[in-house]
């Protein structure tokens, strides 16, 4: 075998795993789409304030310290401490659900029964009030996060890989990083499946998915549900935040992975959380492989963005409600 | 007290009909036309057209286009972007292939290729719904903009990518290029909007406006009482395109004078768009206006209020300006959800009671 | 239309409250916010501060004081004309926009307005041609200058031969990005490299497919024009598969504190032109400390001082401000216009005695602006990462580029844009 073969398994090998980081971004999407039917425009924002405020917990960053010495005249940055990244996890987790609670006292309460779009336009309410409100917090420079997990090509891997393909093939890449990401998602959507199939209160958010009012009427309460998803969704930007920050350090442009997880959506289906992870893994891999194979070689590269969509477009000609979308019935 | 229709007689259906059934709106609405084009020019100077004026003249088509579609037929779109780029970049080439063509044809044609792409992006509309339809149109976003990224052809094979308006006149005054003087600009771009406001009214109201309505509000039911899928919403893209092409035509030629694609129309420009109209009204040509005010002006005169007022430095500022629009829309939508041209309806219904509400 | 009016009477009311003509005004296009604000702070820091020890240690220049106006763009063109419009009508003297779109756009602007702009390194580098582009400058160096110096040190390394040697360019693909590809694929045909150009889409945090194929390729160098996240990104990668850093160069914009500093220890070696002197061991450094930081009186959250953008920043103020003292020779007057700047710029002329009375000497190259060439010599040095040390040192003087190659481009480039627009050329 030629080692252009072998190196088309590795592009597929990593393909997959980029599929695995998309997916994480799209499964917080999914959550809050499948409980409230809201297309949360705010994902991404919601990672992005995660991260911030994981790594300000962890280097002991004070909040607002810009604001108030801007006021104040005064000269305070930090409150000199660092915070184990395992303790700076649990407070980041307990902001994001002080946070879920605020945005169902303040805002979702008030658009119970209302128009989707509508609920959409609230959270792009929500994705620049909080884009503001985490630059006022912990400031916009670019911040280092490490909470201990490796990153770098696996040595061990490529080690043995290496005899496959003959002199010109170095053994198989894979970042440490996106192994570490796997097996994170793989944790997360079991958690995620064991809790909604076998926990009351799982149960309960899949009544709140099948029919909000029904499940109203035998006594759940959707505002609790909502605080619950939105938490739940927190701690999936969390992760997601933890992962694609390690790679670029914590920074505006890391609420910007949100629109990798969009073709995602549209291809596995906004309520489904396999579809999640499988419409992550196609369009990791048909991204790869196409600019792998065609793109790079005969269209002069960058071509990852645009096919990511025209693969979910094809898929959708074929089934327009997603891979694993409900099928859409239709009632004059 | 003089908002009201009381003695305004109506005697035909026509006169029922009209956009303007209040003869104080009417007049309202006249006595500001005819404020726009006379005052208008006499008052402008370059801060104001640049910083204010010209974007919220330019948005305002776009978010007509884009209402088009979304609001009135039904059909998400978050290829925006994409399709004023093409707008922008046929200009260019139309601009520099025919020195000599007149702006304002340069400005139409530019339209009417958009249409063109648009109709073709508007295909998978007729298998793929909802907000699944969007993948349709961010495809056409992502691809156009790698596409006028990538050919060399699209802007002269000029050593960076950048394409620059070079100067062109319209009845002896420059409109593009350095020396355009603003109230010509702004009298160029106020006619494109009063003309295609009026004809996005009329189109909506007409045949075709209650196909698109039917459509948006049922398709499988406005199929069986005979409307066209096909027809209406190809129509609903091309026109919408139409409009979305000399938006991007004139934010290029007029506004920018120079651009680059992945910057200037990039995902964040479609979603920009869909904001304004959504925060506006979906569905409403007022709607469009007010939408794309909120999101032009607002940023604008917070920040004079901030740095220019109150001296605060510009970061805080700018994540001030954040946080308050963030959270105005979010209060807006609280109070009324759908949007600022309700908002204005309900103003408009109590204004005719007032003062006696009773 | 409401929001109409409130915005009328805010405007009107923050017109009138506008600074005094007597001053020294120096506009900052920064950006604090948006995908790039993590290195526009830094850059906007210096500039100010500078401004501000001119002001507290020498009572201005020439006795008039300066003010800096700065203008949030959040690098966003249609805030940049807002910004632009706003400001000029204040004798803004000279504009350094920072971002190469709003540059294109605002050369014809500046141009009609007699306004100079000052484009350090960045924007449109035909207009080192001041023949054709009379209000804009971009001395020290431009991008042409940074790709052949870049060109020049792997020269050097490899004891001037390097037929054969394969160099990647990875690149944002944008008009920034592709601004080298031109010079690199004069300067391959003239030395024989092989040339290969990866795309990387903006913002750039996915770069995998990129670095993969370098991976496969194994090109002896690989030069990075990158900006915002593509770096920390690109270079965490290329640690990954642990591709030698000491052939990894980056321009200028790529090689801040902000980009090496999420890789860890993993970056140590990666190396960056520059333009300027990097560090903080300049007297200048010491007279900013107490008339500034001290004072409390620095710009942002005075914590930048010393990095590299900010001495980017502060150089660039330094060079406005030596302009503004020509132009105050030249004409005689302490309190110049915008027009007098601009004869300034091209008068001015950097020597090593004029930088060591300023406390820097060293801390740029020494070259002289012209009427013809408003891009100075193009000079810039290869630049190191210590990871241990957390700091940047110079590993190279200086050094001039390949001007025989660039010159041509320039001439062909401005020329083009003169065809198109009917500009006749200056300087007879």
């Known amino acids: 075998m030629s080692a252009n073969f072998y190196y088309g398994i590795e592009v597929f090998l990593n393909g997959l795993m980029a599929g695995v980081m998309y997916s994480l971004v799209a499964l917080g999407f999914v959550l809050i789409f499948k409980a409230s039917g809201i297309f949360n425009y705010a994902q991404g924002v919601m990672a992005l304030f995660a991260a911030l405020c994981l790594v300000g917990f962890q280097s002991g960053q004070i909040p607002f310290a810009h604001v108030i010495n801007a006021t104040f005249g005064t000269e305070i940055h930090h409150f000199g401490w660092h915070m184990p990244a395992l303790l700076a996890i649990v407070c980041t987790l307990m902001m994001m659900i002080l946070f879920a609670f605020l945005v169902e006292k303040f805002v979702l309460k008030h658009l119970v029964n209302q128009e989707p779009i509508i609920l959409f336009m609230a959270t792009i309410g929500l994705a620049y009030f909080m884009e503001g409100f985490g630059d006022l917090m912990w400031g916009s420079d670019i911040k280092k996060l490490d909470v201990g997990i490796p990153q770098g090509g696996n040595l061990w891997l490529e080690e043995n890989t290496a005899f496959l393909g003959g002199d010109d093939f170095y053994g198989f890449y894979i970042d440490n990083l996106d192994i570490w990401a796997t097996i994170f998602a793989a944790i997360l959507v079991t958690a995620l499946i064991l809790f909604s199939q076998y926990t009351k209160t799982g149960r309960a958010l899949r009544a709140v998915a099948d029919d909000h009012q029904a499940a109203l009427s035998v006594g759940i309460s959707l505002r609790v549900i909502w605080v619950i998803v939105w938490s739940i969704a927190g701690f999936v930007a969390l992760v997601a935040g933890i992962m694609w920050g390690s790679k670029s350090g914590v920074q505006f442009s890391l609420s910007l992975i949100a629109l990798k997880a969009l073709p995602v959506l549209m291809l596995g289906g906004f309520t489904s959380i396999p579809g999640a992870i499988i419409g992550g893994l196609i369009i990791g891999v048909g991204e790869k492989m196409f600019e792998f194979l065609i793109g790079a070689p005969f269209l002069g590269g960058a071509t990852e963005n645009w096919f990511a969509y025209m693969l979910a477009l094809l898929f959708l000609v074929f089934r327009p409600q997603g891979l694993f979308g409900e099928k859409i019935i239709e009632r004059v | 007290m003089l908002y009201r229709e009381a003695g305004d007689f109506k005697t035909s259906y026509a006169k029922d009909q009209q956009t303007f059934p209040i003869l104080f709106d009417r007049w309202g609405y006249f006595i500001m036309l005819a404020l726009a084009f006379i005052v208008g020019p006499m008052i402008i100077n370059d801060y104001w057209l640049n910083a204010v004026v010209l974007p919220f003249l330019i948005y305002s088509i776009a978010a007509l286009g884009l209402n088009i579609l979304t609001g009135y037929c039904g059909q998400v779109s978050l290829g925006t972007g994409g399709f004023m780029a093409v707008g922008a970049y046929a200009s260019y080439k139309l601009m520099t292939s025919f020195p000599d063509l007149n702006i304002a044809f340069v400005i139409i044609l530019s339209g009417g290729v958009t249409a063109l792409v648009g109709i073709l992006f508007g295909l998978p509309s007729l298998r793929i719904k909802g907000f699944y339809l969007a993948v349709a149109t961010l495809a056409a976003q992502f691809f156009l903009v790698w596409l006028f990224n990538k050919v060399p052809w699209f802007y002269n094979y000029s050593a960076s990518g950048q394409i620059s308006a070079p100067e062109r006149t319209i009845f002896g005054y420059a409109i593009s290029g350095a020396n355009a003087l603003p109230h010509i600009s702004y009298l160029f771009c106020l006619t494109f909007v009063v003309i295609l406001a009026w004809g996005a009214r009329n189109l909506t109201r007409g045949a075709n406006g209650r196909k698109w309505m039917a459509i948006r509000d049922m398709d499988i039911a406005a199929e069986i009482i005979g409307v066209n899928p096909l027809k209406t919403k190809l129509t609903a893209f091309a026109i919408s395109s139409f409009y979305i092409g000399i938006a991007g035509a004139l934010l290029f030629a007029v506004y920018l004078g120079a651009a680059e694609v992945g910057e200037a129309f990039g995902i964040t420009k479609s979603f920009l768009v869909l904001f304004m109209i959504i925060i506006g009204g979906l569905g409403s040509i007022f709607g469009s206006f007010a939408g794309a005010a909120f999101m032009i002006l607002m940023p604008v005169l917070l920040k004079n209020i901030f740095v220019g007022q109150m001296g605060w430095p510009t970061d805080l500022a700018a994540h001030m300006e954040f946080v308050i629009v963030g959270g105005l829309i979010m209060v807006f939508l609280i109070l009324e959800p759908h949007g600022l041209a309700a908002l204005w309806r309900t103003a408009k219904e109590k204004l005719r009671l007032w003062p006696f509400p009773h | ?428």
């Open chain 3, 1 to 428: 239309m409401k929001f109409t009016k409130l915005t009328a009477i805010a405007v009107a009311a923050s017109m009138l409250a506008g600074p005094t003509m007597a001053e020294l005004v120096f506009p900052s296009l920064s950006y604090r916010t948006g995908p790039y604000g993590a290195n526009g702070i830094p850059f906007a820091d210096g500039y100010s501060d500078y401004f501000t020890l001119v002001n507290e240690r020498d009572g201005g220049i020439g006795g008039e004081m300066t003010k800096v106006v700065e203008c949030e763009t959040a690098y966003n063109t249609e805030k940049g004309v807002e910004c632009y419009e706003s400001t000029k009508g204040m004798g803004s003297l000279v504009y350094q926009p920072l971002s190469t779109g709003m540059t294109y756009q605002l050369i014809p602007k500046v141009t009609a307005d007699d306004i100079p702009m000052h484009t350090m390194g960045y924007g449109r580098t035909s207009a080192a041609n001041g023949k054709v582009f009379s209000h804009v400058f971009n001395y020290p160096a431009n991008y042409w200058n940074g790709a052949s110096v870049a060109v020049n040190h792997v020269l050097d390394v490899n004891g001037g031969d390097i037929a054969g040697k394969k160099i990647a360019l990875v690149y944002h693909n944008s008009a920034y990005g592709k601004e080298p590809i031109r010079t690199l694929e004069e300067l391959a045909k003239k030395h024989n490299f092989e040339l290969s150009l990866l795309a990387v889409d903006h913002p750039g945090q996915e770069q995998k497919s990129q670095w993969l194929q370098i991976r496969r390729e194994k090109p002896d160098y690989v030069f990075m024009w990158g900006w915002g996240v593509m770096n920390q990104v690109a270079i965490q990668e290329a640690a990954n598969i642990r591709f030698n850093m000491e052939n990894f160069i980056g321009i200028w914009w790529s090689g801040s504190e902000n980009d090496v500093i999420p890789a860890g220890d993993a970056a140590n070696g990666y190396k960056a032109l520059n333009m300027h002197a990097v560090g903080n061991d300049f007297p200048v450094f010491d007279d900013i400390q107490k008339y500034v930081v001290d004072a409390g009186k620095a710009a942002g959250a005075g914590d930048q001082v010393g990095t590299v953008l900010y001495n980017r920043g502060m150089y660039a103020a330094m060079l406005a401000v030596e302009a503004a003292k020509t132009a105050q020779g030249i004409h005689g007057t302490a309190n110049i216009t915008p027009a007098m700047m601009r004869d300034g710029m091209e008068a001015l002329e950097m020597t090593a005695d004029k930088m060591a009375g300023l406390g820097m000497a060293g801390f740029g190259p020494e070259f002289a602006v012209s009427c013809e060439n408003h891009g100075g010599p193009g000079l810039s040095s290869v630049t190191q990462w210590d990871a241990t040390a957390k700091s940047w040192s110079q590993i190279s003087d200086f050094s001039p580029s390949d001007n025989d190659v660039i010159g041509k481009l320039i001439m062909e480039d401005s020329a083009a844009y003169a065809a198109e627009n009917n500009i006749e050329e200056g300087c007879k």
